[in-house]
């Protein structure tokens, strides 16, 4: 479908010749793809490839130089980013947004009520038996961090952290969620962690996922975009990615999973 075209069959989201250029850096050169409702995508590609400036364009914190981003239909091209969570947009908060000194279970309430009319007056605790409380609970729950509601952040591991930031971002009940390296810095241990919490989201919310773990990023996703210097170099499944000889090139010296 044409971008621009809004409705209930809209993808969730469209890429269209998105470039960004910093002075005479190119960091993303001609992206487009199209995320249809409940697909899993990973976007892979060695260090400066652009995944993260591609993450920033869709999330609204970068806006592209020429090119444009749909999300349902909609041109969000040169909407803010504090705008697009209105549109479904979920994406992880950085740990640096965690607030260390408040309990895990607030940081969750601040999450879900951030962008209501209430965020517009200062956050304050309020009863425990509100709703907010109960659906901040319910999502502790399912990242599996209901028995650490009750401590600070400070008390977490680095893999409850990232848990947690999933946790906020699933509160305010995106359809479209953007991952960007959910498993950095994450031992072994704990990626099976993550990797359980990933594949157990419903499947009718879309995922993008920036991830430097190949093996991660190929089972938890349906389709793999690969970029290398800004540019797309394929988009294909996961085992098309896996035999794909340039993205072997790429990763020369890499473990390709
Ligand atoms: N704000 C900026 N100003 C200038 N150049 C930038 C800026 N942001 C990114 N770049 C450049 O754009 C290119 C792509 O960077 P980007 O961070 O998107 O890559 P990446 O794929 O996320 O890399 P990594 O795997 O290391 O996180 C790099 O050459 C980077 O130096
Ligand atoms: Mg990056």
């Not at 993450?55 to 909407?79: C, L, M, N, Q």
């Not at 607030?99 to 009319?117: K, W, Y």
């Not at 190949?214 to 394929?234: F, H, K, Q, W, Y």
Request: net charge neutral; with cysteine.
């Amino acid at each position: 479908m044409a971008p621009g075209t809004p409705g209930a069959t809209a993808p969730t989201l469209q890429l269209d010749e998105v470039t960004k250029r910093y002075g005479g850096v190119t960091a993303v050169a001609g992206v487009s793809f199209d995320l249809e409702p409940g697909q899993r995508m990973a976007v892979i590609g060695p260090n400066g490839a652009g995944k993260t400036t591609l993450f920033k364009i869709i999330a609204g914190d970068v806006r592209p130089t020429t090119g444009s981003v749909h999300i349902f239909g909609e041109d969000v091209t040169t909407v803010p980013a504090f705008r697009r969570a209105r549109t479904g947009l979920g994406r992880t908060f950085q740990v640096s947004n965690l607030l260390a000194e408040l309990s895990v279970l607030d940081n969750v309430r601040v999450a879900a009520q951030a962008g209501t009319p209430a965020s517009r007056r200062f956050w304050r605790p309020q009863r425990p038996d509100d709703d907010v409380t109960t659906s901040s609970l319910e999502i502790l729950a399912k990242v599996g961090l209901e028995a650490r509601a009750s401590h600070t952040v400070a008390d977490l591991s680095h893999g409850e952290q990232r848990q947690l930031e999933i946790a906020m971002a699933l509160v305010r009940r995106p359809t479209l969620l953007l991952l960007d390296e959910p498993a950095a810095g994450l031992s072994a241990a704990e990626r099976v962690v993550l990797r359980e919490l990933l594949e157990g989201l419903p499947r009718e919310l879309s995922m993008l996922l920036i991830e430097h773990d190949m093996s991660l990023a190929l089972e938890l996703t349906d389709r793999v975009l690969c970029m290398d210097n800004g540019r797309p170099v394929i988009l294909g499944t996961p085992q098309e990615i896996r035999a794909d000889r340039t993205v072997r090139e790429i990763y020369l010296g890499r473990s390709v999973a």
